[in-house]
C-alpha cells in the first residue's frame, strides 16, 4: 500500500463513558490525484474519522501513515504540517473580516516583522483565488458573500497553506446546483494538479459524478471501498442502509393540502424592510405574506437574496426598519428571540451549532434549555427527571448518542438535527420556522424530518420553510415564494404545473416570471 499519500490502518474510536465504538477497525487509503468519497448515514462515523485525520480527535487505536511514513498528529496544527486540511460543515470563517483577512489569518504577512501587510496580505490572497478561478475578491467582507463564495474561502485558506490532502465534510449541503457544479469543477481540478481529497457526503449522485472510489461506512465499520464507475447507486445506497430502499437520496413528496382560507392567519408580515446602517439597498425590501393554521409555506432562492435575513427576523435576531410583524394578530416586530419562544415561536435554524444548541454543554441540558422552571426543585435542579425526560425523546426520536453527558458538538450533523427537532416539536404552539432543515442528512435522517414536519401540518401548525433546495421546497411546500434581491419576487401554488420548477429557477435568477 505504498502507493497511498494518505493510509489508515486500523483506525478505532470510542468515547468516554459509551461502550459503543464510532469508529471500529477502519483501514482505507487515498491516493495522490483522487477524490475518495467517505459516505454513509449520519453516525455512520465519516466525521470522526476524519477528525482524527485532521487531528481534532485523538484514535482509541490505530496509525496514520503520510506517503508510507507513521505520523502523529496529535491536533490540527500537527496536521496542518503534514499538509492535511479540513473544509468543516459549519465554516470557521470571521465574517466581519475580509477575504484576503481570513485566507491569510494565521500566516499573516507582516511589514517589518510586526505590521500587518494588508497590501501584501490582498496581494497574495488574489494570487490564490486568480490561480484556481474563484470569483471572490480579496477585499470583499466575508459577511456579505453567498454561502458558496464562504466555502471559497475556506478552500482558498487552505491552498495558501499548501494543503495537499484536502478533506471536504459535506461541502454541497446549502449550496445551489449551480454552486454544487462550480465546486466539483474546482475540486476536479485541484486532483488534476495532484492535490489529494477526500469528501464526506451521503448523496449518492454526487458520488457518482465526483468521485473516483467511495468507502462506504456504516455503524462505525467500513462496510467497503469500490471504484464508483464500477456501480450505480442503488448498490451504494444498500450498502450505507444495509437494506433495500426505495428512495435513492430524494426527500419524500408528502400529499400538499388546499389550505382552507378560512383557516386563521398565524404569522403575517406587512411591508417588512430591513436596513443595515450604511447600506441603501435594504437587506429586505417591503416584504409582505401570510402563513395560515395547517399550511407549509416556502421560500426558495439563491444564497443572498435574502433568505438568511427573513431567518434572522423570524428567530428575532434582526428588526424591522418599517413594516409590522403579527402573530395571531397581534404585533410582535419588536420581541427579541425570548420573548418569541415565550409567545409561541418553534425554530429549527439553519445553523444547528451555534444558533440551534449550546455545544459545549450535554445532550440532557440541551433538550431542556429552555424548560428549566419545569425541572425545578427549590432552586435545584431535578436532574433524574431531566434524564427521564431527555431519554425519551432520545428514544422516540432514535438519536445516537454516546453517553448522557456527551457534549452536543460531538454529535453527527443528523443526530444535532434531531434532538434539536426533538427540543422543538416537543413545545411548539401554533408555529414551527424551519431553516435548511434535512442540511446535511443522509437519506433516512431526512424522510424522518420531512415525516415529522408533515405531521405537524396535519396537527394544525403554521409553518415557515427556508430552504436552498428547490426539490425539498416543490416537493412539500403548499405555496412557495421566490426571494431576489430582499424581494418577495414572486409567489406560487404548488399544483401540478409540470413546468413549476423552471419557473421559480427563472425567479431565481431574477427573470420575470
Not at 466525521?47 to 503520510?66: Q, R, V
Not at 469528501?199 to 468507502?215: G, M, P, W, Y
Not at 419524500?252 to 389550505?259: A, D, E, L, N, S
Not at 450604511?278 to 432562492?301: C, H, N, T, Y
Request: charge should be neutral; charged fraction near 20%; include cysteine.
Amino acid at each position: 500500500m505504498s502507493n497511498y499519500t494518505v493510509e489508515l490502518r486500523g483506525i478505532s474510536k470510542t468515547y468516554s463513558g459509551s461502550v459503543k465504538k464510532a469508529n471500529n477497525n477502519i483501514s482505507l487509503g487515498l491516493r495522490k490525484g483522487e477524490i475518495l468519497c467517505i459516505a454513509g448515514e449520519n453516525g455512520a462515523g465519516k466525521t470522526t474519522l476524519m477528525k482524527i485525520l485532521n487531528g481534532l480527535e485523538t484514535p482509541s487505536a490505530g496509525a496514520i501513515y503520510i506517503n508510507g511514513n507513521a505520523v502523529t498528529i496529535d491536533s490540527p496544527l500537527a496536521a496542518r504540517r503534514l499538509g492535511i486540511g479540513m473544509v468543516h460543515q459549519h465554516f470557521m470563517l470571521f465574517p466581519e473580516y475580509t477575504v484576503a483577512e481570513n485566507i491569510v489569518m494565521g500566516m499573516e504577512p507582516r511589514r517589518w516583522g510586526i505590521f500587518f501587510d494588508r497590501a501584501k496580505a490582498n496581494a497574495e490572497a488574489a494570487q490564490v483565488i486568480n490561480a484556481h478561478g474563484f470569483s471572490i475578491t480579496p477585499d470583499s467582507s466575508v459577511q456579505s458573500l453567498s454561502v458558496g463564495e464562504m466555502q471559497q474561502v475556506e478552500i482558498c485558506r487552505l491552498l495558501y497553506r499548501n494543503a495537499d490532502i484536502i478533506i471536504l465534510d459535506e461541502p454541497t449541503a446549502v449550496l445551489t446546483e449551480h454552486e454544487t457544479a462550480a465546486l466539483f469543477k474546482t475540486l476536479k481540478t485541484l486532483a488534476a494538479a495532484g492535490k489529494s481529497l477526500f469528501l464526506i457526503t451521503h448523496k449518492l449522485q454526487e458520488i457518482k459524478s465526483i468521485a473516483d472510489r467511495v468507502a462506504v461506512l456504516r455503524r462505525g465499520e467500513l462496510v467497503g471501498i469500490i471504484d464508483t464507475k464500477e456501480v450505480d447507486e442503488y448498490a451504494i445506497s444498500k450498502m450505507m442502509i444495509g437494506n433495500d430502499t426505495n428512495e435513492i437520496g430524494v426527500s419524500p413528496v408528502h400529499k400538499r393540502t388546499t389550505v382552507n382560507s378560512h383557516n386563521k392567519p398565524v404569522i403575517a408580515f406587512d411591508n417588512v424592510t430591513v436596513l443595515r446602517w450604511g447600506q441603501q439597498r435594504p437587506l429586505l425590501d417591503k416584504v409582505s405574506f401570510m402563513v395560515r393554521s395547517g399550511e407549509i409555506l416556502g421560500f426558495a432562492g439563491v444564497g443572498g437574496n435574502g433568505l438568511g435575513v427573513l431567518e434572522a427576523v423570524l428567530g428575532g435576531f434582526l428588526h424591522p426598519a418599517s413594516g409590522n410583524i403579527t402573530h395571531n394578530g397581534k404585533d410582535i416586530s419588536r420581541l427579541n428571540i425570548r420573548r418569541l419562544r415565550n409567545q409561541g415561536l418553534a425554530y429549527v435554524p439553519a445553523d444547528r451549532l451555534r444558533v440551534g444548541s449550546a455545544p459545549a454543554v450535554s445532550v440532557d441540558e440541551n433538550m431542556m434549555i429552555d424548560r428549566r422552571r419545569e425541572f425545578a426543585r427549590r432552586g435545584f435542579i431535578n436532574q433524574k427527571a431531566v434524564r427521564n425526560f431527555s431519554a425519551g425523546l432520545i428514544n422516540r426520536y432514535r438519536i445516537e448518542t454516546h453517553g448522557e453527558n456527551q457534549p452536543v458538538a460531538a454529535l453527527s450533523g443528523g443526530n444535532l438535527q434531531k434532538l434539536i427537532l426533538a427540543r422543538e416539536i416537543d413545545q411548539f404552539r401554533d408555529y414551527f420556522v424551519f431553516s435548511e432543515p434535512t442540511w446535511g442528512l443522509d437519506i433516512a435522517a431526512g424522510a424522518f424530518v420531512w415525516d415529522e414536519i408533515a405531521a405537524l401540518r396535519e396537527k394544525g401548525a403554521a409553518i415557515i420553510l427556508i430552504s436552498t433546495n428547490l426539490d425539498e421546497i416543490l416537493n412539500n411546500a403548499d405555496r412557495i415564494i421566490v426571494m431576489y434581491r430582499g424581494s418577495a419576487a414572486a409567489e406560487f401554488v404548488n399544483d401540478s404545473d409540470n413546468s413549476l420548477k423552471e419557473k421559480i429557477g427563472n425567479c431565481m435568477q431574477g427573470l420575470v416570471p
